[in-house]
């Protein structure tokens, strides 16, 4: 299992407590056995005394018994607290590691995964791996251990019941592993309706509106039984293959206790065994059938746990290609030029700018324009550096943007995208999110600058108001313009609007531009438009025309 090599740096950095775990394990499987020899001594030194009265040495391997079963359960907790912690402790890296790297990644490496899929690298894949880690690691070494353990005594006892006895416990494995491995695959088809019916609902939920103006409820509630029957059927099956694992356990538990019960019952009549000899091996077998029967499970959690490593390693794999090269400090002033700029979408192929070049000195004001296609948004990805040019390159301040520090400069801009998007939280907390700790002033001033404060306190929490999910509660002006008020919070050098200004009246428009000429004097300004109306206050105007159409032309 090549992919969980990977892991191995983890084991290293947790190698004091997972030392700890295997000496917790050796301690609580040596006292788990010790005390079986003196259950046989129990049963035969009652056995020797017929009389009902106090025994001195049986209540003497009485207390040896419970002291030895304290100790095993004190051991087994130990166990537990290191090996199962240090699991849950890698669990805890490897999710922070996982998401670090989504941070990481550029714009185009989103468009090219499903975020369900990003979701459950995340989720279900790091569980699947942390179950090798704890479990999967701690089964296999204490059975390890136990059956070295309990082997020796087994001999000690007599070899022929041993052998007889232990013969049957890997073909039990074997053939548990085979029902897990069925298991495992039904489960996972038994995951994927699971799935289904949660696409289904939320789309309803989503399109309700649509359903009902459309007076579809019937249509929907029908296609939602279906997904339900078929989960059914799948939950059904796997119940049922469930079922045959324990039925198999107790099966063999039951033809190895008659095995026993046999050569045992033979060789006392014949005087070579004690009926205390054969107790032990009743106990010897009965402990040991657990953590055979766990063989089978763990090699399917570590053949998961394989898989998902796999995944989680070719997604930690990708390097991004936005990256940033500079720590220095230093000051931006918001000078920008275009020299030669061509973009392609790699998920698509189509070229979005086809060699493009201007200049806006710092303070000035930009307006774009154009149809539909003809790269003004991209421009405003490029500006934020959320995607690289493929050809050309973009000046800030005279220097490459991919020169700058990234940090920094994206500290440096403000950007307002064409789809508001807002977090399901409060709309103090959206408005201040740039900021660490804005206080509910700031956050008043800028809510009045971008003329939305005055929707904001008719609501009847104010700015304590949820929003909902991606800012359902709300109407599109007033997310359009809660939006605004983000970026103008921070008082950027550079202010982008990607066509943020639709869903507003002209009069609403017009304070809010009125508002950015007065508070932000010095900001270089880009306002990407369709209306004349956003674009006449700028300094210059950009009128893009889309790359297909020139080549039609």
């Not at 090549?2 to 983890?10: E, G, V």
């Not at 339900?228 to 099966?251: G, M, P």
């Not at 991919?402 to 408005?431: A, C, M, V, W």
């Not at 103008?488 to 066509?499: A, Q, S």
């Amino acid at each position: 299992m090549n992919a969980l090599k990977t892991l191995n740096p983890y084991f290293w950095k947790h190698k004091v407590m997972l030392f700890w775990g295997f000496l917790f394990i050796v301690a609580s499987n040596f006292f788990n056995i010790y005390k079986v020899q003196f259950v046989g001594k129990s049963v035969d030194e009652i056995s020797k005394n017929q009389h009902f009265g106090f025994n001195k040495q049986v209540l003497i391997y009485v207390a040896i018994i419970v002291g030895s079963s304290l100790l095993t359960g004190f051991f087994t907790f130990m166990m537990r607290q290191t090996i199962i912690v240090a699991s849950r402790k890698i669990e805890y890296e490897l999710k922070n590691k996982i998401y670090r790297h989504y941070q990481e990644m550029s714009l185009t490496q989103y468009k090219k995964t499903n975020i369900g899929d990003l979701m459950n690298r995340l989720s279900e894949d790091v569980v699947a791996v942390r179950m090798y880690l704890g479990p999967g690691v701690m089964y296999v070494v204490n059975l390890m251990v136990l059956m070295i353990i309990t082997s020796i005594y087994m001999l000690n006892t007599d070899i022929q019941m041993t052998l007889w006895t232990l013969i049957p416990l890997p073909i039990l494995s074997f053939v548990i592993y085979k029902v897990s491995s069925i298991i495992n695959r039904k489960s996972k088809i038994m995951q994927k309706s699971q799935s289904a019916i949660s696409t289904f609902v939320q789309d309803s939920f989503s399109g309700i509106r649509v359903i009902k103006f459309f007076a579809k409820e019937k249509y929907i509630e029908k296609n939602y039984g279906l997904k339900v029957a078929d989960y059914q059927n799948k939950a059904l099956d796997l119940a049922k293959t469930e079922a045959y694992f324990f039925t198999i356990i107790l099966f063999v538990i039951g033809i190895l206790n008659v095995a026993i019960l046999l050569i045992g019952g033979s060789k006392f009549l014949a005087n070579e065994i004690s009926v205390g000899k054969i107790a032990d091996f009743f106990m010897y077998i009965n402990i040991l059938i657990w953590p055979f029967s766990m063989v089978g499970w763990v090699t399917s959690v570590n053949q998961r746990a394989d898989a998902s490593m796999s995944r989680i390693n070719e997604f930690l794999d990708a390097q991004t290609e936005i990256k940033n090269t500079n720590s220095a400090i230093y000051d931006i002033k918001g000078d920008i030029e275009f020299k030669n700029v061509s973009y392609t979408y790699p998920n698509t192929g189509l070229k979005a700018l086809d060699n493009l070049s201007f200049k806006i000195k710092a303070g000035e004001s930009l307006a774009i324009m154009g149809k539909t296609g003809s790269g003004k948004s991209t421009i405003a990805l490029l500006l934020c550096r959320l995607i690289d040019p493929t050809e050309g390159v973009i000046l800030v301040d005279g220097k490459d943007l991919r020169d700058h520090n990234l940090e920094i400069y994206r500290k440096f801009i403000g950007y307002i995208p064409q789809e508001s998007y807002l977090f399901s939280d409060t709309i103090e907390n959206n408005i201040g999110f740039p900021l660490e700790s804005p206080s509910l002033e700031t956050v008043i001033e800028f809510a009045k600058k971008a003329d939305v404060h005055k929707n904001i306190i008719e609501f009847k929490d104010q700015y304590k108001t949820m929003v909902g999910e991606r800012g359902v509660m709300l109407s599109g002006g007033q997310k359009q313009r809660i939006c605004i008020a983000r970026a103008m919070i921070k008082k950027p050098g550079i202010l982008i609007f990607d066509d943020s200004l639709s869903a507003l009246d002209t009069e609403t428009e017009e304070n809010i531009l009125q508002n950015i000429e007065k508070e932000l004097k010095n900001t270089t300004c880009i306002i990407i438009t369709h209306r004349e109306s956003s674009a006449k206050r700028a300094d210059k105007i950009l009128n893009l025309t889309a790359v297909q159409d020139q080549q039609s032309a």
